[in-house]
C-alpha cells in the first residue's frame, strides 16, 4: 500500500528462541578465536568445537530464511527480496571492513606475517573489495592467511550466506519438498565426505591437523571452495526443509535446553589426537546431520 505502487510487507513476528540461540552460539565463537593464541593447536584448542557454530548458524538462517520469504514471492520479485537481504546484511560488513581497516597496522607480528610489509593503499584497495563482498585472491594476501577477506577475517561465513541467499532466490525456493529433500540429501554426502575424509573428489589431499573437521571455507583455492560450500549447502538447505515441513518440537524451558545442547556441542574437546581422527568426523558429522536441526527444531517449537 506504499505509494510507489509496491505492495508494504510488514515484519513477520520473529523467532526470538532463535535469535537467542544464534547470541549464544556466537559468544562461544567469539570466546574460541579469543582463545585460540592460548592452545599449541587446533587439536588442543580451549572451546574446541567452537568453530561449528558456523554450521549451526547456517541451520537458522536456513530456516529464519523460509519463514521470512516463502510465502511472499508473489507479492516481490527476485530484486525485492536481494535489496532486503542486502539492507539487513550489507550494514555489518562495511563496519566489519571499517574496524578491521582502522586497526590493521596494529596486528603487525608473527601470527599476521603481511601486515608489516603491505602499502597503505593495497590495504585501501582491499578494504573496497571487502565492502563490496568482492573476495580477495590468494595473491591479494596481505595478512598471510589466504582470507577472502583480510580486513574482516570472519566475513568468509558471510559470503557463503550470500552465495546461499542467491541460490535460494534463483531456484531453491522452487523446490517442491520432494524436490528439496533429494536436495539436502545429496548434499550430506559432501558433509560426510568432508567429516570423515573421504576425498571422493581429490580436493582434500593437503589436509592434515584439520582432516576429520569441517574447519575451513575461508579461501579460494579449490580445497577451500570445497570445504566452504560442503559447510553450506547441508546446513542452510536443511534449515529450509525444516521450517517447510513444519514439524516442531514443543519443549518446556526450551531455551535453557537448546542453549545447554548448542553450547556442549561446542565445547566438545577434540576426538581421537591431533591428527584427523575418524571419531572427530563422525562427532561432527551428527552434530551437523542431527542435532542442529534439532535444536533449531525445538528452539522453534518454543515462539
Known amino acids: 500500500m506504499a505509494n510507489s ?41 580451549i572451546l574446541n568445537h567452537g568453530y561449528l557454530a558456523v554450521d549451526f548458524f547456517f541451520v537458522l538462517s536456513g530456516f529464519v530464511i523460509g519463514y521470512a520469504y516463502d ?53 585501501l584497495l582491499i578494504f573496497l573489495l571487502g565492502c563490496f563482498m568482492i573476495p580477495a585472491l590468494p595473491r591479494w594476501d596481505i595478512r598471510g592467511w589466504q582470507e577472502t577477506n583480510p580486513l574482516n577475517g570472519p566475513n568468509w561465513s558471510l559470503t557463503w550466506e550470500y552465495i546461499a541467499n542467491i541460490l535460494y532466490a534463483l531456484l531453491v525456493r522452487r523446490f517442491s519438498k ?8 545429496c548434499s550430506a554426502i559432501l558433509t560426510i565426505d568432508l567429516t570423515m575424509n573421504f576425498d571422493l573428489f581429490g580436493l582434500l589431499a593437503d589436509r592434515q591437523i584439520t582432516a576429520n573437521t569441517v574447519i575451513g571455507g575461508w579461501s579460494l583455492t579449490p580445497e577451500q571452495c570445497y570445504v566452504g560450500l560442503s559447510r ?17 518440537i514443543k519443549v518446556k524451558n526450551g531455551f535453557f535446553w537448546c542453549s545447554l545442547l548448542i553450547t556442549l556441542i561446542l565445547i566438545m574437546p577434540r576426538i581421537g589426537g591431533e591428527t584427523g581422527a575418524w571419531q572427530n568426523g563422525l562427532y561432527e558429522a551428527i552434530c551437523i546431520l542431527f542435532a542442529f536441526p534439532l535444536i533449531v527444531a525445538m528452539g522453534a517449537g518454543v515462539m
Open 232 to 248: 553450506l549447502l547441508y546446513p542452510f538447505f536443511s534449515g529450509l526443509l525444516l521450517f517447510r515441513i513444519g514439524k516442531l
Open 71 to 123: 510465502d511472499r514471492w508473489g507479492r516481490m520479485t527476485t530484486w525485492d527480496f536481494f535489496k532486503r537481504r542486502l539492507v539487513r546484511l550489507q550494514p555489518m560488513v562495511i563496519m566489519g571492513c571499517a574496524i578491521g581497516a582502522l586497526l590493521f597496522y596494529f596486528g603487525a607480528g608473527e601470527v599476521f606475517p603481511f601486515i608489516a610489509q603491505t602499502p597503505w593503499w593495497k590495504m
Open 5 to 45: 505502487g509496491k505492495v508494504y510487507m510488514a515484519e513477520k513476528p520473529r523467532y526470538e528462541i532463535l535469535d537467542g540461540l544464534r547470541g549464544v552460539a556466537a559468544m562461544i565463537v567469539v570466546a574460541f578465536h579469543l582463545l585460540e593464541t592460548y592452545s599449541k593447536g587446533p587439536a588442543y584448542q
Open 178 to 185: 520432494v524436490v528439496l529433500t533429494v536436495f539436502v540429501l
